[in-house]
């Protein structure tokens, strides 16, 4: 399943881990291999407010 968040369209199925701060309002997407000298990114999202917050995180982890 896709997401799109902004200018970003993130294949779900390719998540490793995801890491929150909820004071600030982002979501850090972690995704590709793990491990040293990989490829592996991370897509930081911010959220304008609580509730899209709230509806990213439960996208993510459907």
Do not use: R, W
């Amino acid at each position: 399943m896709f997401v799109q968040h902004d200018e970003y369209l993130i294949n779900t199925s390719n998540i490793n881990y995801i890491k929150l701060n909820e004071n600030a309002l982002k979501v850090y997407v972690y995704v590709g291999p793990t491990g040293e000298g990989t490829g592996a990114g991370m897509i930081p999202l911010s959220c304008e407010d609580e509730a899209e917050y709230e509806e990213l995180i439960a996208k993510l982890t459907k």
